[in-house]
């Protein structure tokens, strides 16, 4: 198993996996191949990609923006889960975002999705039930 910094000419692979795995919400333009080029370029040590015998089988997105990590997209292929490589991906992003002097890393994860939630809670990430997530799409907002 290695695990190694995710570059774009990976984004076929990953991209597959991620359409494949429930619990992945896509966005078009930002899980475009040129979003995802724009995300690695202004990120480009802390996205992290897995492979098994060449093939990529679990991948994890951050980002920051120089006060907080935000990750998207931890997944893991089926047939490789429960051996400890999803957390070994998130030590990755942790590592390169201390690193980079980064103190604190954010993530959504659905309410209902339950393995989710119970993976991240083992790795000790907390969440706050008296938080409201709010968004504006830019392109919905006439200025
Ligand atoms: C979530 C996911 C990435 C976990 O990957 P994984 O490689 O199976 O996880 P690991 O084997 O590294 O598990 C790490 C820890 O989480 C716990 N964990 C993992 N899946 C769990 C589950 N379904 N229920 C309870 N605990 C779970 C493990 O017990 C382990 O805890 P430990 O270190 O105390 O033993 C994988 O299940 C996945 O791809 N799921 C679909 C996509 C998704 O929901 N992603 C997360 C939402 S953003």
Same mark, same amino acid.
């Given at each position: 198993?290695?695990?190694?910094?995710? @570059?774009?000419?990976?984004?076929?692979?990953?991209?597959?996996?991620?359409?494949?795995?429930?619990?992945?919400?896509?966005?078009?333009?930002?899980?475009?191949?040129?979003?995802?080029? %724009?995300?690695? @370029?202004?990120?480009?040590?802390?996205?992290?990609?897995?492979?098994?015998?060449?093939?990529?089988?679990?991948?994890? &997105?951050?980002?920051?923006?120089? %006060?907080?990590?935000?990750?998207?997209?931890?997944?893991?292929?089926?047939?490789?889960?429960?051996?400890?490589?999803?957390? =070994?991906?998130?030590?990755?992003?942790?590592?390169?975002? @201390?690193?980079?002097?980064?103190? @604190?890393?954010?993530? &959504?994860?659905?309410?209902?999705?339950?393995?989710?939630?119970? +993976?991240?809670?083992?790795?000790?990430? %907390?969440?706050? =039930?008296? &938080?409201?997530?709010?968004?504006?799409? &830019?392109?919905? +907002?006439?200025?």
């Amino acid at each position: 198993m290695i695990i190694e910094k995710m @570059k774009i000419d990976d984004y076929d692979e990953i991209h597959q996996i991620w359409s494949i795995t429930n619990g992945t919400t896509l966005r078009a333009i930002d899980d475009s191949k040129e979003g995802i080029e %724009r995300f690695l @370029k202004r990120n480009p040590n802390n996205n992290f990609i897995c492979r098994i015998d060449g093939n990529i089988i679990g991948g994890i &997105l951050c980002g920051h923006d120089g %006060r907080k990590g935000f990750i998207y997209h931890t997944v893991v292929n089926e047939n490789y889960r429960d051996r400890g490589i999803g957390k =070994k991906l998130v030590e990755n992003v942790i590592k390169s975002l @201390k690193e980079e002097n980064i103190t @604190k890393i954010g993530l &959504l994860v659905n309410s209902d999705n339950i393995s989710g939630n119970n +993976f991240w809670e083992s790795l000790g990430f %907390r969440y706050f =039930k008296n &938080l409201k997530y709010r968004i504006l799409p &830019l392109d919905e +907002f006439n200025t």
